[in-house]
């Protein structure tokens, strides 16, 4: 079986919006949702900015007081972003107006960290009485990364395949890809997926900080600077993606509404060192060959959009650079290409789902979101990356691709839908 794809639903929560319009108008706008830390003290951090979460409250998307109280902010957030897809996509498993078989119905919910906040709390419970009995008795089903979509899957009685595909960065990549290949080879009829994390914590700040990931640069508008030449490392975004995956012909059939339609993915390990890209970009560049494989990619009539994995590392950017040369060779330079992580940070689990929503709404609008602040480019990284404003381009095949720590490479593509 090879069943056509198609996008029906659509749900964030992000810094840069709490829903699908305020996410992309702002995307659009070149609006930076990234800000000096809110939600406890940074004086003495290293590291004082983030992307957090503005004016989001979960109780809006119909989640009630005792499962925000029992969860960590990623299951939430996830929570958030899968509610307002579903209702988008107009699914339903029961009632009256029920739509889809339960057991057709899957979830491949991911988070590249799982509960932070979560493990930092009990673990202090720990330290301060080692005989652990304040330990929480929901801290495991609290904290493992599989939760989000556990969750999910529960609130939507959805009991087809449930996975939680973990790759660090490239979770929610691989999260679609995978449920792409589940509802072709004929598993599921619909899967809810993507991916949430919440790690602007200060031990979140710590970790990231200590590795040498982070920018400690203090001014929002200097801090993520993807390929820019005094890029100095990525900045952490909270929040939550989800996409809502459908059989064409079972979409059709309802009368959904369809954004576009996932026809690629591809799906590479670098097998190179724990947390640098494999600096000469072939293994990223094959990934992102098999998706344009899969899609029937033809420089003759495609004009191509590229969402940029972009951290705004040193070695990231150059890397990624040279893989686009090598996958489309001189067509590299034809390709519209940029990074919204200068406008929403990089958010690690959700981080490709976010991305996969920028490049369908730029499918579907006919915009290119800017790389913002990009005011003086690297000259190694010398591809159109869309500097600073949006522009307007008839682009019908986008790229979304993501590179995450342990070589981890997944890149989906999205054809644009006609009428």
Same mark, same amino acid.
């Given at each position: 079986?090879?069943?056509?794809?198609?996008?029906?639903?659509?749900?964030?929560?992000?810094?840069?919006?709490?829903?699908?319009?305020?996410?992309?108008?702002?995307?659009?706008?070149?609006?930076?949702?990234?800000?000096?830390?809110?939600?406890?003290?940074?004086?003495?951090?290293?590291?004082?900015?983030?992307?957090?979460?503005?004016?989001?409250?979960?109780?809006?998307?119909?989640?009630?007081?005792?499962?925000?109280?029992?969860?960590?902010?990623?299951?939430?957030?996830?929570?958030?972003?899968?509610?307002?897809?579903?209702?988008?996509?107009?699914?339903?498993?029961?009632?009256?107006?029920?739509?889809?078989?339960?057991?057709?119905?899957?979830?491949?919910?991911?988070?590249?960290?799982?509960?932070?906040?979560?493990?930092?709390?009990?673990?202090?419970?720990?330290?301060?009485?080692?005989?652990?009995?304040?330990?929480?008795?929901?801290?495991?089903?609290?904290?493992?990364?599989?939760?989000?979509?556990?969750?999910?899957?529960?609130?939507?009685?959805?009991?087809?395949?449930?996975?939680?595909?973990?790759?660090?960065?490239?979770?929610?990549?691989?999260?679609?890809?995978?449920?792409?290949?589940?509802?072709?080879?004929?598993?599921?009829?619909?899967?809810?997926?993507?991916?949430?994390?919440?790690?602007?914590?200060?031990?979140?700040?710590?970790?990231?900080?200590?590795?040498?990931?982070?920018?400690?640069?203090?001014?929002?508008?200097?801090?993520?600077?993807?390929?820019?030449?005094?890029?100095?490392?990525?900045?952490?975004?909270?929040?939550?993606?989800?996409?809502?995956?459908?059989?064409?012909?079972?979409?059709?059939?309802?009368?959904?509404?369809?954004?576009?339609?996932?026809?690629?993915?591809?799906?590479?390990?670098?097998?190179?060192?724990?947390?640098?890209?494999?600096?000469?970009?072939?293994?990223?560049?094959?990934?992102?060959?098999?998706?344009?494989?899969?899609?029937?990619?033809?420089?003759?009539?495609?004009?191509?959009?590229?969402?940029?994995?972009?951290?705004?590392?040193?070695?990231?950017?150059?890397?990624?650079?040279?893989?686009?040369?090598?996958?489309?060779?001189?067509?590299?330079?034809?390709?519209?290409?940029?990074?919204?992580?200068?406008?929403?940070?990089?958010?690690?689990?959700?981080?490709?789902?976010?991305?996969?929503?920028?490049?369908?709404?730029?499918?579907?609008?006919?915009?290119?979101?800017?790389?913002?602040?990009?005011?003086?480019?690297?000259?190694?990284?010398?591809?159109?990356?869309?500097?600073?404003? @949006?522009?307007?381009?008839?682009?019908?095949?986008?790229?979304?691709?993501?590179?995450?720590?342990?070589?981890?490479? @997944?890149?989906?593509?999205?054809?644009?839908?006609?009428?």
């Amino acid at each position: 079986m090879n069943r056509r794809v198609a996008v029906t639903g659509m749900g964030i929560v992000s810094c840069v919006g709490n829903d699908i319009e305020t996410f992309w108008k702002n995307l659009q706008n070149g609006v930076c949702g990234i800000d000096r830390i809110k939600s406890f003290p940074v004086d003495d951090l290293p590291v004082k900015i983030g992307g957090e979460l503005k004016d989001f409250d979960p109780e809006r998307y119909g989640i009630e007081k005792p499962f925000i109280r029992k969860q960590d902010p990623f299951t939430i957030y996830a929570m958030a972003a899968a509610n307002q897809a579903m209702e988008d996509s107009g699914l339903k498993t029961s009632g009256e107006d029920a739509n889809i078989d339960p057991f057709k119905l899957g979830v491949y919910a991911t988070s590249g960290i799982g509960g932070f906040e979560a493990v930092v709390r009990e673990v202090g419970k720990m330290v301060e009485d080692p005989s652990g009995r304040w330990v929480s008795p929901n801290f495991v089903a609290t904290m493992i990364p599989n939760m989000a979509g556990g969750q999910i899957a529960i609130r939507h009685h959805a009991q087809g395949p449930c996975l939680s595909t973990l790759s660090a960065c490239a979770s929610a990549t691989h999260s679609i890809g995978e449920a792409m290949r589940a509802i072709r080879h004929g598993y599921a009829d619909a899967i809810i997926a993507g991916g949430s994390d919440h790690c602007t914590i200060p031990f979140g700040l710590a970790c990231f900080a200590n590795a040498k990931a982070l920018t400690r640069e203090e001014d929002p508008n200097k801090a993520s600077l993807p390929f820019h030449a005094d890029r100095a490392g990525f900045v952490m975004g909270d929040g939550a993606a989800i996409l809502i995956l459908e059989e064409w012909e079972h979409a059709v059939a309802r009368g959904a509404k369809i954004y576009a339609e996932l026809v690629g993915y591809g799906s590479t390990c670098d097998a190179f060192h724990a947390t640098a890209p494999k600096p000469e970009g072939d293994t990223q560049a094959e990934c992102i060959r098999q998706a344009l494989n899969e899609a029937g990619f033809d420089e003759t009539r495609d004009k191509v959009y590229i969402n940029a994995h972009g951290t705004g590392t040193r070695l990231n950017d150059v890397t990624e650079t040279k893989a686009y040369k090598l996958a489309f060779g001189d067509f590299a330079y034809k390709c519209h290409i940029s990074s919204t992580k200068s406008m929403h940070g990089h958010m690690f689990g959700a981080t490709g789902a976010a991305e996969s929503i920028a490049t369908i709404l730029a499918l579907h609008d006919g915009i290119i979101p800017p790389t913002i602040n990009l005011d003086k480019p690297d000259p190694e990284c010398d591809l159109d990356y869309t500097p600073n404003v @949006a522009v307007k381009a008839d682009v019908n095949l986008g790229l979304s691709d993501n590179f995450g720590f342990g070589g981890h490479n @997944a890149c989906l593509a999205f054809r644009k839908v006609n009428g």
